[in-house]
């Protein structure tokens, strides 16, 4: 693509943002909806239309080689992407589910499942690729160094005994003979017939004339089948659904042309950005010298003339702003001292005056219905929507073909770096020239001097909290690392991404909950959870500290369904260090209640310098569970039960740590502590059928096979059933349909299955949670 067409979007995306603002925030405000289903509706659309953005100015950013353009894309893409994630914790308070299914708003904006897409910016990893690549270099001399053989590996596979493998050998076998035998006796049941009726007939002329006839019959009816299928096949390139078998092979040639394009476009990138830093510092350079000196007589003029006028009208000199107040640039608003006067006391009347309307019991009013909850991410949409319609809309780029920084921009911004520097030098002289005026006013009437260096005492400043102490300050985080790394702790990801989770879109999803069915999620669903509530938020710090805090989550499915996989999917896509915690994985290592909080403090002390971090909980039902097996009790596998919850109220949202906890055994831990460490749960099922066939079709290209009408795929999606991913992959037992049934039934015991049980019944979801909160409330007492 081109830098026009790049434009293009940009500008597009911009007119769907524009809408969108003036619906979000119009000119009053919007009353509560009374309908809970057109409420959810509307908050659909907005989610929507706010991917669509989404999606556009991802790609626009990635390529655009502008580099004050970008700066402009990347401040409101961060705010899309915030506003996204907003909407849809707002869906799952409202629905109370992780899933959605919007077929219906899909089709009215006529889209498919495939714009609906979160996409990963590529910013994530491209902008830290240096630091990544350094990262990873000195991790893999650790684990050399100390000869380690923790490297980044697949899952690992179970291995059969020798009567497990026998077993299956002998059951496959007995079922191929008992599908071989059925075919022989099916022949023969056909053979019998055949000669039943035509053993009484005589083979004359007319039977035999018969038989050529049904011969042709046959023949011509294999030519026409055979023709049918050659024109669909042709009606099908022809409408672009199917490609010529010659021209496969041409695709990887359009790819690599596509991928040097884009590569060269990143190189221009990084060009025009170290032409645009040298720019910077120039032409600051050029404008203090050229500029500087006359902003800074033209400020001391303009605040003495404020001192004389203000004498003029008051008969006493002002008070000069102090520097929190904004200084000299407080007093430039173009107005009287007596204008400024009566502002400053209409302003004290209004603060004293102010009051909330309350009813009779002392309660704001609030008018019944839903709302839309407060956004963190609107204002900064509007500014940066704002400053494209005014500077960049209908700015005529003509002369600047080749996309480099505008000059005149720079300098407009640096003009006012330059004046907030100036001002605050002359703040300082200013302040004393006053005070030098007050002193000769003062000595002149034959009152007392005040002496110009006597300030007001600050404010006193509010007692701090205890910082927690630090056990390892006198230790770089170097030695922190390398440590850690020694020890098991922390750990490389392996080389997989979120698009590597193959999944195809639940068609079903709106039809089953329209008929009272909760569908089960499909593995699209999945990656789009996991894209939102932990990829997104480690990717990008501002959308972190803003949007809804998710400290950590669960990922609850039978084995093989790519818990795993996911978890090293965050870590590769956020370019995020990865701490094992894991029960097992504890064993032995820093042993008694002191080791045990030195490990911790050693784990989140590095998580948090060297953020994004993730801290795995592999196993997650050993850390609560109701009883311990004997076989493992000497393991200790709750030994993170009670320190873990305290280090979670500490991360912040300045902190990108997430903690994830996997586990196929969910049933054997304590549901109550489980859904208190981990406030979002995601229930990961067994493949469906699309699916299954869209990992088949994968597998069968990855191993060298090449996918043609010839290949049944259908069968073998169907006689797959029961199976996961992990399961396709290394042909395993399935995962039978009571496993998948007692998961589903334990997931509907979490909180958030719980709600939506109630509300699917048309119960108060509150009353619940008020039933559950004064029981333990009675259990405390009690105790």
Not at 303 to 332: C, K, L, M, V
Not at 690 to 706: D, H, I, M, Q, T
Request: glycine share 6%; proline share 4%; with cysteine.
């Amino acid at each position: 693509m081109s830098h026009s067409s790049y434009n293009k979007l940009w500008t597009e995306a911009h007119e769907e943002l524009g809408d969108l603002l003036s619906q979000e925030l119009p000119s009053e405000p919007l009353r509560p909806e009374k309908d809970r289903v057109v409420f959810f509706q509307r908050l659909v659309t907005l989610y929507v239309r706010y991917v669509r953005i989404f999606r556009q100015l991802e790609e626009v950013y990635d390529q655009n080689i502008h580099p004050q353009k970008r700066r402009l894309i990347r401040v409101v893409l961060d705010g899309v992407m915030g506003r996204v994630i907003e909407l849809k914790n707002e869906m799952v308070e409202k629905e109370y589910s992780e899933y959605h299914y919007m077929d219906d708003v899909i089709q009215d904006l006529k889209l498919t499942h495939e714009d609906l897409e979160i996409p990963i910016p590529k910013y994530f990893i491209t902008e830290r690729r240096k630091e990544l690549q350094e990262r990873a270099a000195v991790l893999s001399s650790i684990l050399d160094r100390n000869g380690s053989s923790e490297k980044a590996q697949p899952t690992t596979v179970r291995v059969l005994s020798q009567e497990e493998a026998i077993r299956l050998i002998q059951v496959s076998e007995r079922a191929r003979q008992g599908r071989l035998r059925a075919s022989i006796m099916r022949e023969i049941h056909k053979d019998a017939e055949r000669w039943s009726k035509t053993k009484d007939k005589d083979l004359n002329e007319d039977t035999a004339h018969q038989a050529a006839i049904q011969i042709q019959k046959v023949w011509r009816g294999y030519i026409q089948r055979k023709r049918m299928k050659q024109e669909r096949e042709e009606e099908m390139i022809i409408l672009g659904m199917s490609v010529k078998s010659g021209l496969a092979q041409s695709y990887p040639a359009v790819v690599l042309a596509e991928d040097r394009e884009k590569a060269a476009r990143k190189k221009k990138q990084e060009e025009h950005e170290e032409d645009y830093q040298k720019a910077l510092n120039s032409i600051y350079m050029n404008l203090r010298e050229t500029e500087g000196p006359d902003m800074t007589e033209m400020m001391k003029d303009q605040i003495r003339q404020w001192f004389t006028e203000y004498h003029d009208a008051t008969g006493s000199f002002p008070e000069y702003p102090d520097e929190e107040q904004g200084g000299s640039a407080s007093i430039f608003t173009n107005k009287t001292p007596e204008q400024l006067m009566e502002e400053a006391e209409e302003a004290n009347k209004t603060q004293k005056g102010k009051g909330t309307k309350v009813t009779g019991k002392g309660e704001e009013e609030k008018e019944p219905g839903l709302k839309l909850l407060p956004s963190e991410f609107l204002s900064e949409l509007q500014t940066g929507h704002k400053t494209f319609t005014e500077v960049w809309r209908n700015r005529d780029e003509s002369k600047n073909f080749s996309q480099r920084h505008e000059a005149e921009l720079i300098k407009e911004e640096k003009r006012k770096e330059l004046e907030a520097e100036i001002r605050l030098q002359v703040d300082e002289l200013m302040r004393q020239e006053l005070a030098n005026w007050k002193l000769s006013a003062e000595g002149k009437k034959g009152g007392k001097a005040k002496p110009a260096g006597k300030k007001k005492k600050p404010p006193k400043a509010e007692k701090k909290k205890k910082k927690e102490r630090d056990l390892t300050a006198d230790r770089s985080v170097e030695s922190l690392y390398e440590e850690l790394a020694v020890e098991g702790l922390l750990k490389p990801a392996a080389n997989v991404r979120l698009h590597d989770f193959i999944g195809d879109y639940s068609y079903l999803g709106t039809t089953l909950r329209q008929t009272d069915i909760e569908p089960m999620p499909s593995l699209s669903d999945v990656r789009q959870v996991i894209s939102l509530c932990a990829v997104l938020p480690l990717g990008s710090q501002v959308v972190h500290e803003k949007a809804p805090l998710v400290k950590s989550i669960l990922l609850v499915g039978p084995t093989g369904v790519g818990k795993k996989m996911l978890l090293h999917a965050i870590c590769q896509e956020t370019g995020a260090n990865l701490f094992d915690l894991s029960p097992l994985n504890l064993v032995g290592k820093y042993p008694g209640k002191s080791g045990l909080q030195m490990m911790l403090h050693m784990v989140f002390k590095v998580a948090r310098l060297m953020q994004p971090s993730v801290v795995w909980i592999g196993d997650a039902e050993k850390m609560f569970y109701k009883k311990i097996p004997k076989e493992e009790k000497a393991l200790d596998p709750k030994r993170l039960k009670k320190d873990l919850p305290k280090i979670l109220k500490t991360i912040k949202g300045e902190d990108r740590i997430l903690i994830v906890g996997t586990t196929s055994k969910p049933l054997d831990a304590d549901l109550k502590s489980l859904c208190k460490l981990y406030s979002k749960i995601i229930l990961i099922p067994r493949p469906d059928y699309a699916s299954r066939f869209v990992l088949w079709k994968e597998l069968v290209r990855r191993n060298g096979g090449v996918v043609t009408s010839a290949l049944d795929l259908s069968s073998l999606v169907k006689i797959s059933d029961g199976y996961t991913p992990g399961h396709m992959v290394r042909v395993i037992d399935p995962v039978f349909q009571d496993e998948e049934e007692a998961l589903k039934n334990w997931y509907a015991s979490t909180p958030l299955g719980k709600k939506r049980a109630r509300a699917a019944l048309g119960l108060d979801v509150d009353e619940d949670e008020a039933a559950d909160g004064g029981k333990d409330d009675k259990k405390k007492g009690k105790k």
